[in-house]
């Protein structure tokens, strides 16, 4: 099932791509240059993750006139809204826009809507409100239950220490990747493979096979990161302090992607209670891919950013052609379903590292030692 979904996935990216690339030539040629077409909001320069999208959208655009402008909204709704309006004032028709908190980016959304703008939400959802028409995204429930499964494969015995990590709450992807993990780490803590270690309300939730998001909110107010490598690092040294000697020895810890994973390791690494741990992570972010050549970071969930932007960029030509986009999907997105298209995910590890990574033309081998 899976290889089919890939091969019509590389359909689809083949046929963007020759559309994109036809649709910059007309533009070109036509010498309609009225401003810009397309504006991109990304959440914030300060993580890897989106400095890596940004520069696959420049490389994606590269060999084109096509007229687009990025900007970024540091972790700032005013900003976000500031700079959709700027994009909005330059005539664009479509925005690209992955919120820096998804319910917030609505009034934003809206002004966008109000102009006659078609609203991509890219990688994460704007959340209650009718002004978002389309979702381009990974599978984000994959990606929480590629990582449970990750530590469930690689944890030997019964009453494993488990600490549970989250991203932020005002992404809805923290909730996506959460419930992923816990379809597959519930069904283990039940049966005393693993035992929490770090949050009550997931310990009080531990017979519930599926979690309302009221109930995952109470577990992320315990657990999250809010995407900060700084409060993942004050989270682990606290709860590694509260811990008891029955709670330490080899764990197994749900880092939700690779900036707070390599801050979380390395807290764990410095306590010398802690005999072994296995630690998951999420980007691919080229730091992380150096700690999993060095043992540092168990693993990671590649989301081949190429593709996203690929699809963004597809999606974006067939609206300025007038044309209806495909889709793959809808999201709830607790107002309406947004239609969507979805992109798999890959687990890299140490085995495969060198394969997916260096081998796919995703990053140089020289950029790693060891490897
Ligand atoms: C998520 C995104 C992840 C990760 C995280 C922190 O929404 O899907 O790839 O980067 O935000 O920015």
């Known amino acids: ?16 791509v020759v559309a994109f690339l036809a649709a910059c030539n007309s533009s070109s040629t036509g010498g309609s240059s009225k401003g810009v077409s397309v504006g991109i909001v990304l959440p914030t320069k300060d993580e890897p993750r989106w400095v890596q999208d940004e520069q696959r959208f420049k490389d994606a655009l590269a060999d084109s006139e096509y007229t687009t402008e990025i900007l970024f909204s540091q972790g700032s709704s005013a900003k976000e809204k500031e700079n959709v309006e700027t994009l909005l004032n330059k005539g664009i028709d479509v925005l690209i826009i992955s919120p820096h908190d998804g319910e917030a980016a609505g009034a934003a959304v809206e002004a966008a809507k109000k102009d006659g703008v078609t609203v991509i939400a890219y990688d994460r959802l704007i959340t209650n409100t009718d002004a978002v028409d389309y979702y381009v995204t990974f ?28 991203g932020a709450a005002s992404d809805n992807n923290a909730f996506l ?35 309302t998001r009221d109930e995952m909110s109470k577990i992320l107010g315990q657990v999250t990161t ?22 330490k020895g080899d764990v197994a810890i749900l880092a939700p992607n690779d900036g707070t994973s390599r801050s979380i390791a390395d807290t764990f690494a410095a306590d010398s209670e802690i005999s ?37 960029m597809g999606m974006a030509v067939e609206i300025l052609d ?10 709830d997105n607790g107002e309406i379903e947004v239609k969507a298209k979805q992109t798999d995910v890959i687990v890299v590890d140490q085995a495969n590292v060198k394969e997916e990574l260096i081998d796919s033309e995703y990053y140089e081998a020289s950029e790693f030692t060891g490897l």
């Open 1 to 16: 099932m899976k290889k089919g979904f890939k091969v019509i996935s590389f359909l689809f990216v083949a046929f963007f």
């Open 139 to 166: 599978d984000s429930v994959a990606v929480g239950a590629a990582q449970a499964q990750y530590l469930v494969d690689n944890t030997n015995g019964s009453g494993v220490p488990l600490y549970l990590y989250a």
């Open 177 to 211: 990747f959460f419930e992923g993990a816990w379809s597959v780490l519930q069904p283990k803590i039940a049966d005393g493979t693993f035992k929490i270690a770090n949050s009550s309300e997931a310990t009080a939730l531990q017979d519930k096979s599926e979690l």
């Open 226 to 247: 809010n995407w900060d490598p700084n409060e993942a690092i004050n989270k682990a040294q606290t709860h590694l302090t509260a811990a008891g000697a029955e709670m």
């Open 276 to 312: 072994s741990y296995i630690i998951t992570g999420q980007d691919a972010e080229k730091a992380s891919i150096q700690y999993i050549i060095d043992g540092k970071q168990s693993m990671t969930v590649f989301k081949d950013v190429r593709t996203l932007v690929k699809d963004a």
């Open 322 to 331: 007038g044309k209806t986009p495909e889709t793959t999907g809808t999201y």
